[in-house]
């Protein structure tokens, strides 16, 4: 199927003139049906969208993103605030492509689609197309779960490409209860793990790439920290620890098993999976049922490079993002922002996750607990199942006036949330 742009009217770059930015609204009741801290306004910025994923912000404000289902015709939206009302006016979709990871560079939107990477060159005027889509890479392996690709950029054309496992364990027999694990994980050679390619290159093949880190799970949560130039993600951890193995793990003990690894992702780096998972009570690495563990065995799992700190389990990592604006107060520079997109598998416990959190950081490493951001996202809960959940965050960007940009993916919502300040003279919120 022909794969080329469909829609072509999109918004420009800064070469194209701004849109006014937004006044410090005056916070609207209920902050759009969520909760973030006090001094933080929350606001809708768009509804029905789309099946959003990743989003991110050009320098003019236009706000891209990445669809896992077509909409309106095209995988790609394109939203726009022209009159600086805070919400967008203009909401416009292109390219037959659908996928999760999108970013921008070097005057292109590349999007991270499940079997190959591809980009679009960014318009120079409003009324012209992006063009057809160029395949940056091609030829990745097609999978049944974890085939989402999220992308990152790193220094020069460097392009980082999160490739999931298609396995929960890499047992012989996926999900199986009682099947051992493969040993070598033969899955390794191709997924797993975070793959390095030419960012200003077309036509590459998948199996060009370089492995530059291998053990990681699934990797939705990536991104490039510039501060000390150098990789970071969260990963998704494993599941059915009771299920598959209930001799060993009890149903609790397998709905907070095992916590979701915040990682500073080094060159060459191996980080455990599928022969080791992380267990945050004990804080630290142990051996997978699958590999003979028993819930308390380290084993092999000495040798691998253990989390900065670990989220609680299943909470699924979607998205995060090093925040490099002045709009919010100094506390929340160059800390992180993740997006958790919410637990399937944690009965008989409610379903948790459904947040944005922060950790704040120094010197490339957390300074301070991690903290919930934004919530309320799933509505009243308890939460029996991930369908019942209202919203779940699936992407998250800094706007270039330091505003924050968070995406739903049930009902194709975005949110925008800023700093509400306070009037010097008056000492009310503006």
């Known amino acids: 199927m022909h794969r080329g742009l469909q829609i072509c009217l999109v918004a420009g770059l800064a070469t194209l003139s701004s849109p006014a930015w937004p006044a410090t609204p005056a916070c609207a009741s209920r902050n759009g049906g969520i909760q973030v801290p006090a001094g933080f306004c929350a606001e809708v910025f768009a509804r029905d969208v789309g099946d959003l994923r990743h989003l991110v912000v050009a320098t003019d404000g236009t706000v891209y993103a990445a669809l896992s289902r077509n909409h309106d015709g095209g995988g790609v939206a394109v939203l726009r ?6 919400s967008a006016d203009s909401i416009r979709y292109f390219g037959d492509v659908t996928g999760t990871g999108i970013a921008l560079h070097d005057g292109f939107v590349y999007v991270g689609e499940t079997d190959r990477i591809v980009r679009f060159r960014l318009p120079r005027t409003g009324d012209m197309p992006p063009g057809s889509a160029e395949v940056v890479v091609g030829g990745f392996p097609e999978q049944d779960e974890h085939a989402s690709k999220s992308l990152a950029f790193g220094v020069g054309e460097t392009l980082y490409v999160g490739i999931g496992a298609p396995s929960n364990a890499c047992q012989r027999k996926d999900r199986v209860r009682g ?127 253990p989390p900065l700190f670990a989220f609680p389990a299943h909470w699924a990592p979607e998205a995060m993002l090093f925040y490099r604006g002045g709009a919010f107060p100094a506390a929340y520079r160059n800390g992180a922002f993740v997006a958790f997109h919410g637990s399937w598998n944690r009965a008989p416990l409610p379903q948790q996750g459904f947040v944005v959190a922060f950790v704040p950081f120094k010197d490339g490493r957390p300074s301070g607990r991690w903290q919930r951001f934004a919530t309320g996202f799933a509505g009243p809960g308890p939460i029996e199942s991930s369908g019942a959940a209202r919203h779940r965050p699936a992407g998250i960007a800094e706007g270039p006036d330091g505003a924050l940009y968070i995406a739903d993916s049930n009902q194709g919502w975005i949110w925008r949330v800023t700093r509400v300040k306070k009037s010097p003279a008056a000492g009310t919120t503006q």
């Not at 605030?81 to 805070?86: R, V």
């Not at 880190?213 to 939705?220: D, F, I, S, Y």
Request: contains cysteine; neutral net charge.
């Open 81 to 86: 605030d022209t009159n600086g009302d805070g």
């Open 179 to 305: 099947s051992p694990g493969l040993d070598p994980c033969p899955l390794l050679r191709q997924h797993g793990g975070i793959w390095r390619f030419a960012a200003d290159k077309t036509g590459q093949q998948a199996s060009e790439g370089t492995r530059y880190a291998t053990g990681l799970r699934n990797m939705v949560a990536i991104t490039w920290n510039g501060q000390v130039q150098a990789l970071y993600g969260v990963m998704m951890g494993r599941d059915q620890l009771h299920d598959n193995w209930p001799s060993l793990f009890t149903e609790k003990q397998s709905a907070e098993l095992p916590g979701e690894e915040f990682l500073r992702i080094k060159q060459g780096g191996d980080y455990g999976w599928p022969y080791c998972y992380y267990d945050g009570r004990q804080h630290k690495l142990v051996l997978a049922p699958e590999y003979g563990g028993d819930g308390k065995r380290v084993g092999r799992c000495d040798r691998y490079a």
